[in-house]
């Protein structure tokens, strides 16, 4: 028989792992609603990402399921769940890698972004943060007149009256967007899998090893060690 203590481990992290694709899923649709700044900072290509990771969690959820409710001497479907996980844990690595990479130049991704996007969606953003440009106040020039923040050139020299950068829309857009990229929570998501990855492998173990000593006492006529 199994330790009464792993199945409970292994049920632990079996709800962990549903909640991990539960979370991942769930957010990468509701992210895709209109939201100035997560609309910014999260490409359709994250999100796409982020909602592959949700189903493949969620599948291999329920892969976890059948596989411990099998027999005690059936380990195939532990062996399976063990493979759905490597691919889980590939796919972890991958999506997160890519997002912290990204992170790690966020000043000149987002500048690629911010030139991007409409005027109306930069204007809003100057808004939001009450700055005028991205590196340079004169990188707003096609949204001056519009009724935003950045109202007029007199208004751009004001502000940034050396040309330096006081001002521009940089620095609290990353500031933003740091905070967003750093708290996906898409490395955490590694320690469920490794943990029932584990917790499984102790699990064929032991039914492995029960299976051994049940041939053996049959061999022996069912009566057992002495």
């Not at 987002?110 to 930069?122: D, G, L, N």
């Not at 967007?177 to 708290?183: G, P, R, S």
């Not at 032991?206 to 060690?225: L, S, V, Y």
Request: charged share 15%; net charge positive.
């Amino acid at each position: 028989m199994v330790s009464k203590r792993i199945m409970a481990f292994y049920g632990f992290v079996d709800l962990w792992l549903l909640a991990a694709g539960l979370l991942s899923l769930i957010m990468s649709l509701l992210w895709r609603a209109p939201n100035l700044m997560l609309n910014f900072t999260l490409s359709n290509s994250d999100l796409t990402a982020g909602t592959v990771l949700g189903i493949m969690l969620l599948i291999t959820f329920v892969i976890s399921i059948f596989a411990v409710a099998q027999r005690n001497h059936v380990t195939a479907g532990l062996v399976f769940l063990n493979w759905a996980l490597i691919g889980d844990a590939v796919a972890i690595l991958v999506i997160g890698t890519i997002m912290w990479f990204y992170s790690l130049r966020q000043r000149n991704n987002y500048f690629e972004v911010f030139k991007a996007q409409s005027p109306v969606v930069r204007q809003e953003i100057q808004d939001k943060f009450k700055c005028c440009g991205y590196f340079f106040s004169n990188e707003t020039s096609t949204v001056i007149g519009n009724g935003g923040f950045c109202a007029s050139q007199a208004f751009l020299t004001q502000l940034d009256p050396q040309g330096n950068g006081t001002g521009t829309c940089v620095t609290p857009i990353t500031a933003f967007t740091d905070f967003t990229l750093n708290n996906t929570t898409i490395y955490g998501f590694m320690a469920i899998v490794i943990s029932l990855f584990l917790a499984s492998l102790m699990i064929i173990h032991q039914r492995n090893e029960a299976e051994r000593f049940r041939k053996i006492d049959a061999k022996r006529g069912g009566k057992g060690f002495v």
